[in-house]
């Protein structure tokens, strides 16, 4: 059981000119972000009979929105064009993100004029499960809506396995490492990009454990006002501040026994940094409003997708903490470093968005299945989750083309990384020549430029995990020639010895 809560029943009603006055509770909640006040209101009147619709008018009203809410809405639906930028998508772009490290089960609709492929594309890379663009039907939108959130019913209904789903080496080695670490009492540091599965990695420990019986708590320590934070971990006493009408316990207390994952960590407060690290030294706390110590013998979990090193180097982050929150560390791998992985996520987010929809599954045909192996995937396996969303609702049972995949990648951003990174490359590899042919006696331009292949070669056969077959088509080289080349290698280093 994962339990994820927050401060209820210390905060207002969401009333107002946030939302309406009255939320019907058996209904999935709704968010709209919108600054049009007209197009706002016209989706509440339409979608408020299938959804308690909240509605915000900038990233600021959300921030604000979310904090007085008992759990986070299950959908979104954002526009790109905020203030104080509407005429611009950036704002739009950190409100999916934000959300997403709010809630990383929210499913987001983006619903723009900003319309453009780049947009829809960067804005799926994020975290949307679609992009709409304005003016839309409501009774399409309505569906699209149904549509994500039944993907979402799919995923809770589905609970995490025992450990995680994979057969790359990196994966192994974080099973090894997830078995290896269960039942120690230390803290656990997981580091790792967005979107690559630092809960899951999480979840993984506490069912591995022997205090897999008891609930696994998460708190996201982005997703909750600095001033609740403390209040939220420890818990507070009657009259401790202005709404704490009874005593309440914090975290720590219920997660005595079980384990307490604290995502986001980097976004704890500095002031806050060294309860936590008392609480991790000798187990100690106290409640807000309270003298008297209580003791707590939760197992820490803690994530984040910052480098912590450069966060303690800046003064965000204590040194000590660090160190006492590391004593195990483990790392997620990106997507793209998990070779044949990527289709067997694939297929497995295939199989069960098909089986909840209750419709054939897609299948990639081999042009498409050659542009999936070698698509880096930027948002990890919450975007693969995505893309397998929108082709499940796109093309039930067909064969997807190259052409109908590739509309659902980023594409471009990845176009013009490469482009950057080719003249930048260049121009540096003109000055390290440069620098090299001056200091260096007997260069020879063979041996370099043999050292310069095998580098490429042996980085598309760590990507491919070894398939010859694969490499050679990332390298744009026949599999024969490929082997004679690795040949060669062989051949030189034996000769060297």
């Not at 016209?42 to 009979?49: G, I």
């Not at 453009?116 to 409501?138: I, M, W």
């Not at 030294?281 to 707590?296: A, L, M």
Request: aromatic residues 6%.
């Amino acid at each position: 059981m994962v339990v994820d809560r927050t401060l209820s029943g210390t905060i207002p009603d969401v009333t107002g000119d946030l939302g309406p006055g009255v939320i019907d509770q058996n209904k999935p909640d709704l968010l709209i972000v919108d600054d049009d006040p007209l197009i706002s209101d016209t989706l509440n009147f339409v979608l408020s009979n299938d959804f308690s619709v909240y509605v915000a008018e900038s990233r600021a009203q959300v921030k604000s929105l979310l904090r007085q809410l008992d759990r986070p809405p299950r959908l979104a639906l954002v526009d790109l064009g905020l203030p104080p930028t509407p005429h611009r998508p950036d704002e739009g772009f950190r409100l999916v993100t934000e959300l997403i490290a709010y809630s990383p089960e929210i499913k987001i609709v983006v619903l723009s004029g900003q319309s453009d492929d780049t947009n829809a594309r960067h804005a799926r890379t994020l975290g949307a499960v679609e992009f709409v663009h304005k003016p839309c039907e409501p009774e399409t939108l309505k569906q699209l809506l149904k549509r994500a959130l039944e993907m979402s019913d799919a995923e809770l209904v589905t609970p995490p396995a025992n450990g995680l789903l994979g057969k790359s080496m990196p994966v192994e080695k974080l099973q090894q490492q997830i078995r290896q670490f269960a039942n120690a009492p230390f803290p656990v540091l997981i580091e790792g990009e967005s979107g690559a599965g630092k809960e899951l990695v999480a979840h993984s420990l506490h069912v591995s454990s022997h205090r897999s019986s008891r609930a696994f708590l998460a708190l996201n320590c982005a997703a909750i006002s600095p001033t609740l934070v403390e209040p939220t971990l420890f818990g507070y006493a009657k009259g401790a501040f202005t709404g704490a009408t009874c005593s309440r316990a914090g975290y720590f207390e219920d997660a005595q026994d079980s384990t307490l994952f604290l995502d986001e960590i980097g976004e704890l407060p500095l002031e806050l940094q060294a309860k936590l690290l008392r609480v991790l030294e000798n187990g100690e706390f106290q409640r807000v409003g309270e003298t008297q110590s209580r003791v707590s013998n939760a197992r820490v979990i803690a994530a984040t997708n910052r480098d912590m090193r450069q966060e303690i180097r800046g003064g965000r982050f204590r040194a000590d903490l660090y160190h006492r929150l590391s004593v195990f560390t483990l790392s997620v791998p990106p997507l793209r470093e998990l070779g044949d992985d990527k289709v067997l996520l694939l297929h497995h987010f295939r199989e069960l968005y098909a089986r909840q929809a209750g419709i054939s599954a897609f299948k990639l045909d081999p042009r498409a299945m050659t542009l999936w192996l070698n698509y880096t995937c930027p948002g990890n396996v919450r975007e693969l989750r995505n893309i397998v969303i929108r082709l499940t609702t796109k093309c039930p049972g067909c064969s997807v083309s190259v052409e109908q995949l590739e509309a659902e990648l980023d594409m471009e951003s990845i176009d013009a990384d490469h482009s950057v990174l080719s003249v930048l490359d260049f121009s540096n590899l003109l000055e390290a020549a440069k620098r090299q042919l001056q200091v260096q006696k007997m260069f020879n331009l063979d041996h370099t430029l043999q050292q310069w292949e095998r580098g490429y070669v042996e980085a598309a056969l760590a990507i491919t995990q070894g398939n010859l077959t694969r490499a050679a088509k990332l390298l744009g080289i026949h599999r024969t020639t490929l082997y004679s080349r690795m040949q060669n290698y062989a051949d030189a280093t034996q000769a060297v010895k």
